[in-house]
């Protein structure tokens, strides 16, 4: 219920969609579509949202709790509820050092934060501000000098867990990007600083961080290179032609928790778990990267069945609903996280939005786990949900599992090594066509891939 001392717009961003809406009024255009936006038609990124849909509760509100426990344990840390903040980069673009805002706000709320390679702060310097607990994400680079000096910073600098992100090896196509013109830096066309008038907040808060903005954590000491120069370096980094292997040997390097950021497959999850990976993301990136692509929630029953507990799932992918979490821990996942909503809530008021995001979830998942009779975490399995009349989930699982077995055989008569076969040759990363003239406003894709067009954000 709106509480009338609230600012705002707190009272208007009463549910994560109004957050968006709240968000979408502050932002430059550029930068609201760079957040918003998904790849190709964004059918995946629709797809992430509306698979919630498909999936329906079946309350059982007698022998419910007065109050409920939505605490949890994720890789031995004990977090307030089943929640953390994905690594997200660029922050900063949406607010100055947005970065150490949204950290605290996650730590603040119980949660964890994980730290993007494209943070516009170093990894170091998020960490002397002391937030914890900070989780960091990397990529396996070309250069596998790169991939370790990487996972050794972050060490040095006392964060928890490394996350590879394994999805982003070449950067999707992201056609609200395109359209914008959004490269990094920020630049603004004549029309966007016409429609100024009701982005001046942003414009005020930002005037000293624009010119500061930066990719922290690829920064040369010399300082010796400009930030359209420093962008375009960092989009042929990653390697399309990693294996394996190069997760097996990041795992004996990196001391704690190893995470894979970007797994569908069952039959890759399997795999996670045979090179040593303590957890995972189950995740498209968000839409961002290859559209077409299964729905988060879709995969997640099929690599849950697969993994069987033998590591940590999170589900990521358009959760905007208290009542998503429940849905997700049903399917089998350990946790949830958000990208988006915390960026939406990190564009309208920094921390405080953050940590209203926290809050919106805290309220929904505990009515959502109210009325459902659901007294803690625990209890929260695939009785709760139904489809198609079943009264559980159990005919997609079994489905799912036929399906995970066979992959599951496959992989295992295959060998691990096998699949380390000698794939690894560095590819160049196509130069999509150029499109013809759309409309009065000549295409700016060629403009946008030679100036500094951005490995992922
Ligand atoms: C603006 C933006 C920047 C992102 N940057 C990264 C990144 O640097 N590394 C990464 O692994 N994922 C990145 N992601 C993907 C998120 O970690 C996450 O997978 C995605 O946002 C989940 O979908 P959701 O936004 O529906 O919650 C980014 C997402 C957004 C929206």
Known sequence: MANQRQPRWQRRAYNIATLREESRRVLPRPVFDFVDGGAGDEHTLRRNVSAFDDVDLYPRPIGGAPSRDLSTTLLGRRLSMPLIVPPTGLAGLLWPDGEA???RAA???????????????SLEELAETGVEPRWFQTYIYKDRGLTHEMAAR???AGYEVLIVTVDTQLLG?????????FVIPPTMSAREIANMATKLGWLWRMRSAIPRITFGNYRRADGGEDLTALAQRMVGLPDPGIQWRDIADLRARWKGPLLLKGILHPADAVEAVANGVEGMFVSNHGGRQLDGVAGAVDALPAVAEAVAGRAALILDGGIRRGSHIVKAL?????????????????SVAGEAGVAHVFDIFRRELDLTMGLCGLPD?????PDVLARDGTTVERARLAAASEA??????????????????????????????????????????????????????
């Open 404 to 457: 995970v077995a066979a992959a599951a055989a496959a992989v295992v008569e295959s060998g691990t090594a096998a699949n380390n076969g000698d794939g690894a040759e560095e590819r160049v990363e196509p130069v999509p066509e150029v499109g013809g003239p759309a409309g009065p406003e000549p295409t700016r894709y060629g403009d946008w891939e030679r100036k500094g067009r951005a490995i992922d954000f």
């Open 173 to 181: 196509n992201r056609e609200r990007d395109i359209r914008n013109g």
């Open 101 to 103: 805002a949204s950290a």
């Open 377 to 381: 975490i625990a209890s929260i399995g």
């Open 330 to 346: 049903a399917l089998g996942a350990d946790c949830c996280s958000i990208g988006r909503p915390q960026f939406w809530g990190l």
């Open 107 to 121: 730590t603040k709320a119980g949660s964890v934060y994980c730290l993007s390679h494209g943070s516009v702060c």
């Open 154 to 156: 972050a060490q040095a």
